[in-house]
């Protein structure tokens, strides 16, 4: 199970930490990615980071204001988001697959979702 928290109402320019914590099973077992969905769109990739936490992706739309990281021992997914903006308000999932691939971007390949928390940007 993943368990994605830290969302909230924020301003314009500010910044948020989301945590995905997985229970069950060690979220170093999977590669773990973030997607966000926002009302009345379809729900798209943000990042991805690998089982070992080597390799991260990132939508080119977030490059420079978001990190993922992970931090094993806590079997936790972290998503620093700086610098949103509006178009950043979503609701944000993490999302647990087997392994890591050219595949990480697409929604299909991952075998595991959290619940979701929403962040709400306001300009």
């Known amino acids: 199970q993943l368990q994605a928290s830290g969302g909230g109402l924020v301003q314009a320019g500010d910044s948020l930490t989301l945590s995905c914590v997985a229970s069950?099973?060690?979220?170093?077992?999977?590669?773990m990615g973030w997607f966000r969905q926002a009302p009345g769109k379809e729900r798209e990739f943000v990042a991805a980071?690998?089982?070992?936490?080597?390799?991260?992706n990132y939508a080119e739309f977030v490059k420079g204001r978001f990190a993922i990281s992970r931090e094993t021992t806590r079997n936790t997914v972290y998503l620093q988001m700086n610098n949103l903006q509006r178009e950043d308000t979503a609701v944000y999932y993490c999302?647990?697959?087997?392994?890591?691939?050219?595949?990480?971007?697409?929604?299909?390949?991952?075998?595991?979702w959290g619940q979701g928390t929403q962040v709400t940007v306001s300009s």
């Open positions: 999302a647990a697959a087997f392994a890591y691939s050219r595949h990480y971007a697409s929604e299909y390949y991952y075998n595991y």
């Open positions: 069950g099973r060690t979220s170093s077992n999977y590669a």
């Open positions: 980071i690998s089982n070992s936490g080597g390799a991260t």
